[in-house]
């Protein structure tokens, strides 16, 4: 990683600061302490991976914003989304559901998370069951 540039540098300290925070935290739970190196190195690989993730692909486009527009229900109806999450290294999901009525207005939202082994088309699934319960 070529750290010449002062923002990068910044990047790099505060990179470093967050890995300390989130090994702190691991340890907190029962995990392992990370030497310096290790810490180090974890940001390192986080910093660079942040960086690839910023470059925007050229053949990627995206989707007019007109696709991306929420769509009201019908009147006296009730719009139903949900999402989720899969946090594999712990065997976690994370669900959310928001319901908005006619006029977009959220009516009530609840998010949760579930100690759940599943990959990303078995949380979708799982989203949409716990929206028809919770419903």
Do not use: C
């Not at 974890?42 to 050229?58: D, I, W």
């Not at 609840?110 to 319960?133: C, D, H, N, T, Y």
């Amino acid at each position: 990683m070529d750290l010449n540039k002062e923002s990068d540098l910044l990047d790099m300290v505060l990179m470093i600061a967050w890995s300390i925070w989130r090994n702190s935290n691991e340890v907190w739970q029962g995990g392992r302490k990370l030497i310096a190196a290790a810490i180090y190195g974890l940001a390192t690989r986080l910093l660079e991976e942040y960086y690839v993730a910023q470059e925007t692909p050229s053949q990627t486009q995206d989707p007019p914003p007109e696709s991306n527009k929420w769509i009201p229900p019908p009147t006296r109806w009730y719009k139903v989304n949900t999402d989720g999450a899969v946090f594999s290294k712990h065997k976690w999901i994370g669900i959310g559901v928001i319901v908005r009525d006619d006029q977009g207005r959220v009516v009530v939202t609840m998010s949760k998370i579930l100690r759940a082994p599943l990959g990303a088309l078995e949380v979708k699934a799982k989203a949409l069951q716990v929206a028809a319960v919770f419903g």
